[in-house]
């Protein structure tokens, strides 16, 4: 079992900058492949970027792409997001998500919600124009 605890998320301005960070716990959470994940209102959960167990692989969503980036602290055990040049359509509850690196590898699905198996309580995310 692993927990996750999401933090970070706020109110900014379009061109600042964010960072959100998932804190892991329980078995295996070390070595979990972590992806964030994002819920705008009215919208399907969309994937914004991946990091491996690692932490050496990363993979982002084209919309973010150059702009956000994602790191993971072992000795930590945390995920970070650090999002800059924010726009309004930024604006989502953002979930961090984390499941086994070996399924991901395998499968190359490291934008899937497939494989992985947990989530944490969301933290919103506020972009004003």
Known sequence: QVQLVESGGGLAQ???????????SGRASSSA?????RQAPGKD???VAAVSGNGINTYYADSVKGR???SKDNAMNTVYLQMNVLKP????????????DVYKRLTN????QSG???????T????SS
């Open 109 to 112: 699905s490291w934008r899937s």
């Open 14 to 24: 379009a061109g600042g900058s964010l960072r959100l960070s998932c804190a892991a």
């Open 116 to 122: 992985y198996i947990y989530w944490g309580q969301g």
């Open 89 to 100: 359509e930024d604006t989502a509850v953002y979930y961090c998500a984390a499941g086994p």
């Open 68 to 70: 956000f980036t994602i």
């Open 45 to 47: 959960r969309e994937f």
């Open 33 to 37: 492949a972590t992806a964030w994940f």
């Open 124 to 127: 919103q995310v506020t972009v």
